[in-house]
């Protein structure tokens, strides 16, 4: 790719994501924060216990009139937690300094409540699949309510449809086998695919199964990692913490291999990292979730909020570890792919082995997840072609940006990422009022009807 070309994308990128995008989720989640009295944390308990219900009461197959709800929280979850908040994010705190971590805090807390308002619009406007079981909804049929125009729901199924083929973590994936087992990389490429199509040609369902018992054991074994490292520098803490929120309002100066960072470059990583981890008014998760068989769609945006909540979770925790260490300052920088292997290598020896299996599994069920989702938007552009055209793109434009690298990649899906930002959560606010925001409502039975809210349970 040209040089200067990428230049001038990076530019608009950096524009974007330092100046538009902060204000957009700060202002919407702001809104929605004050006019709900703090929702996503008045209802912390109810969503925690919304949680535990589902889980309580797996099902094993699915109903004809949609998919179990903690299926889809896994399946949503594993489609953030992954590559994204443990490689992307570590570029946060390698570009943005200390005080980015503050900032993914942020986007966490107001983004929370944006991914509530999202999902429950994604079900209010769903439909029935026109053949099979299931529903087809997302920001395409939230923007044609919104806006009335069939032209700008054309425009966000076309950037989610770039936004779905993950090339960025597909990118990673290649490059972290072919390094650390010695394999050619259009070999692993080759093998990745194979899976991938294997999966998504399934469909949602496939992917929700696979998804369900493999990210769980994914999240612990990270999280162990992690808090071994944590617990080995615990009286580093409160002076770690004094540096994050110092930096967050003054940027930080150059130290060791970190070039330095001002105020809008912590804002740029911290909420550019954060938002594409938790697809904050990205538009996939409500794409996934509205395939959900609850006959209370609140449930199910609770649900996503809890979801957000465990993403910028692991998200801070891959920060801490990367800030403990001392990483993120080395000379020369490390790439971000072998960043966290770095930072975790003292502690585990073995980890140059294990990482790259975490790294397949956290990728794989990312990119499967996505991928659906993708899918199943193609088919609105092109009723008739549209799954085999997205098929094929997918075949080429995954083994393309491994080759390029992670750079070319991780730009990609930030400036389609971008244009799905501006186009959701402007249709969101549009359709602000619409959003009912309850805190406690019976728990769900398979949809037999229309439902009708308690209003005093009503925010």
Known sequence: MDSKFFWVLNGIDALFWGFVAFFLILLLGLYFTVHTRAFQIRSLAQIVRTFYHFLRHPATESSEMGIHPIRLFFTSVGGMIGIGNVVGIVTAIQFGGPGALFWVWVTGLVGSVIKYAEIYLGFKYRIPKSCGSGFQGGPVHVLKEAFKNRALSFIVALFLCIYC??????????ESISYNYSIEK??????????????????????????????????????FMCFWVILNHLGEIPQLLNVV??????????VGGFAGSSILMGIRYGVSRAAYSADIGMGYDSSMQVESRVSHPENQAKLSVFGVYVDNFFCSLTCIVILLSGVWKMSPMIDPPLAIQAALSPYFPFVAKLLPIFFFIAGFTT??????????????LFPVKGRQIYLMYGLIAMPLFSYLGGSYALLLMSLSGAGLLVLNLTGIYRLRKQVLFVRDIGMDQPIVGQTVL??????
Not at 165 to 174: D, K, L, Y
Not at 367 to 380: E, N, P
């Open 367 to 380: 990119i499967v997840a996505y991928f659906s989702v993708g899918v199943k938007t193609s088919q609105y």
């Open 186 to 223: 259009p070999i692993a490429a080759f093998v990745l695919l194979s899976m991938i199509l294997y999966i998504v040609i399934g469909g949602v369902d496939r992917v929700t199964k696979y998804c369900m018992y493999i990210n769980p054991v994914m999240m612990f074994g990270y999280l």
């Open 245 to 254: 929120f110092t930096s967050a309002f003054s940027g930080h100066a150059a």
């Open 454 to 459: 308690d209003q005093k349970n009503v925010l």
């Open 165 to 174: 083929v993950e090339v960025f973590q597909f990118s990673v994936m290649v």
